[in-house]
């Protein structure tokens, strides 16, 4: 193998071992050719789960793989509703999809993998309470718990208000987020007058 191809291929290797996952952009910006990425595939070190998105075939799977996934291939993209649910334990539910928010104007990508559920939020409301996990090496954006459950009742049509009731109870009972703070979040977002009896109701059963 020509030296510059060897460079080529360690770098690849490194930068994978750093970062976790790349999309094909980020790895040809780094230097790093088409040719040389597939000759790793084939010799197995490095694995594609999705078209333009590689990683090392070594690196260790995290249960919320998934959401890492669509964070690379949906960058400006936050990981919401039931999927942030299941990130935070709240819930029982077991998404087919992974549930993303992007901003009404974005561009929508179309995928075969991972299967993904886009929702569209207004940006005021994409960009409040979004914080960010590290899942194997990716900086992924996730709704916080308190955040995910305001937005289960704003988008409660789509995900059914009993998922929402139970995000607002397990939110409470594993003193994952405060009343106050669902209170002061869903005025915010001005869905208070459609949690107020459910928070109430909460408070009243000290939960």
Same mark, same amino acid.
């Given at each position: 193998m020509p030296s510059h191809k060897a460079s080529q291929a360690q770098r690849a290797q490194a930068l994978l071992a750093e970062h976790g996952m790349l999309r094909l952009r980020e790895l040809t910006e780094a230097g790093i050719g088409e040719e040389t990425l597939s000759r790793l595939?084939?010799?197995?070190?490095? =694995? #594609? $789960?999705?078209?333009?998105?590689?990683?090392?075939a070594d690196a260790e799977i995290d249960a919320a793989h998934s959401l890492a996934e669509a964070a690379k291939l949906v960058p400006k993209g936050v990981i919401c509703l039931i999927s942030a649910l299941q990130y935070h334990e709240l819930t029982t539910q077991l998404p087919s999809r992974v549930w993303v928010a992007i901003s009404r104007a974005a561009w929508k990508p179309?995928?075969?993998? $991972?299967? =993904?559920? =886009?929702?569209?939020?207004?940006? #005021?409301?994409?960009?409040?309470?979004v914080e960010t996990h590290m899942i194997e090496g990716v900086a992924v954006r996730i709704t916080s718990v308190a955040k995910t459950v305001v937005d289960c009742f704003r988008y409660r049509n789509k995900i059914g208000t009993d998922v929402a009731l139970e995000a607002l109870r397990e939110g409470l009972r594993k003193r994952r987020c405060s009343a106050n703070a669902l209170w002061k979040l869903a005025r915010e977002l001005r869905i208070l007058s459609v949690m107020r009896p459910y928070l109430e109701s909460a408070a009243s059963d000290g939960a």
């Amino acid at each position: 193998m020509p030296s510059h191809k060897a460079s080529q291929a360690q770098r690849a290797q490194a930068l994978l071992a750093e970062h976790g996952m790349l999309r094909l952009r980020e790895l040809t910006e780094a230097g790093i050719g088409e040719e040389t990425l597939s000759r790793l595939v084939r010799q197995g070190s490095v =694995i #594609r $789960p999705s078209r333009g998105l590689y990683q090392a075939a070594d690196a260790e799977i995290d249960a919320a793989h998934s959401l890492a996934e669509a964070a690379k291939l949906v960058p400006k993209g936050v990981i919401c509703l039931i999927s942030a649910l299941q990130y935070h334990e709240l819930t029982t539910q077991l998404p087919s999809r992974v549930w993303v928010a992007i901003s009404r104007a974005a561009w929508k990508p179309s995928l075969s993998y $991972p299967p =993904i559920r =886009i929702v569209r939020f207004a940006d #005021r409301s994409l960009d409040t309470g979004v914080e960010t996990h590290m899942i194997e090496g990716v900086a992924v954006r996730i709704t916080s718990v308190a955040k995910t459950v305001v937005d289960c009742f704003r988008y409660r049509n789509k995900i059914g208000t009993d998922v929402a009731l139970e995000a607002l109870r397990e939110g409470l009972r594993k003193r994952r987020c405060s009343a106050n703070a669902l209170w002061k979040l869903a005025r915010e977002l001005r869905i208070l007058s459609v949690m107020r009896p459910y928070l109430e109701s909460a408070a009243s059963d000290g939960a």
